[in-house]
Every structure is written in C-alpha cells, then in structure tokens.
C-alpha cells in the first residue's frame, strides 16, 4: 500500500444504498454488479476516458459500520450527459490510501476491505473511495484490483 493524492476526476455509473450491518452490502453491491454486467452498463457511459471499471464508496452516513452509496461505472470526461437511470460524481482531488488486491475476484478484494475495516491506524475521511478494476481484474487466479482509500495529509 503507499499514499498519494490524485486529481480531481468523474464517474457515471449506476448506484445502490446499502450498509454493511448483517451482510447487507454484500448483496446489493452483488446485485449491482450482476446488473451492471446484464444491462451492459459500461456500452451506455458516455464520454468514457478508459474501460476500467470503478467502484466508488461513497455519501457515507458517518463510517463503514453505517449507510453509504456505492456507484459502479466508468470514468468520464465530463457530466454534462448523465442518461437517466445513471448517476454522475465529481471525486475530489484528495489523499488516497492505495491498497492492491491480488488472487481471485470478488474474494480478494472483499479480503482487502476487511483488512481495510480492521485498521484503526487508517485515518480515513470517507468522502470517497474507490476500486479500480483494470485489465488485470479479467486475469483469473491471478487477477488485480486497486483499492484507494481517502485519507487525512
């Protein structure tokens, strides 16, 4: 993991509510990424700047234990044409926490966030965080996806 600060950017994409008390979450972050995979998301973003995949963890409550939204999309140059059903979001230029998770998905990076979650050391402001799940997420056993965490400077 190391610490870096990246620039401002945004995601269109399709959101859900969720919460991580009882499982919740893992449920409806399932069921938005089988919708997003079904409805073929990714062809309808438009202004798309890569095919990378993001995740975003977003409008939290107050922390992890408590609700937030979680965005899957893509990021874009511009939301200026957010179709309807989707949802657009400006990432603000921030401190990230990068963390890497390596092995087959989704159980290595659902292995990361409780690693994340278990740190107290970790000073997270929780304005946004995000997975990015690149070419290498497609690699099988030995797939990769990034994890950025917001953090205080």
């Known amino acids: 993991m190391n610490h870096q600060t990246l620039e401002q950017f945004y995601v269109i ?3 859900t509510r969720t919460c991580n008390q009882n499982g919740q ?11 997003f995979w079904n409805e073929k998301i990714q062809e309808q973003i438009p202004n798309s700047i890569s095919e990378d995949i993001y995740a975003v963890y977003t409008n939290y409550e107050s922390d992890f234990n408590h609700p ?24 603000e230029k921030t401190n990230y926490q990068k963390f890497v998770s390596k092995g087959k998905m989704p159980e290595a990076v659902a292995k990361t966030w409780f690693e994340i979650w278990a740190d107290d050391t970790l000073k997270r402001t929780y304005k946004a965080d995000f ?6 997420y497609y690699d ?14």
């Open 25 to 35: 979450a893992a449920v409806d972050i399932e069921a938005l990424w089988v919708k």
């Open 140 to 153: 099988g056993e030995n797939a990769e996806v990034e994890t950025f965490i917001a953090v205080e400077a």
């Open 68 to 91: 937030y939204t979680t965005i899957i999309g893509l990021q874009v140059s511009t939301l200026s044409d957010v179709p309807e059903g989707f949802v657009g979001i400006e990432i």
């Open 13 to 15: 994409g399709i959101a």
């Open 131 to 136: 997975t990015v799940h690149g070419k290498k």
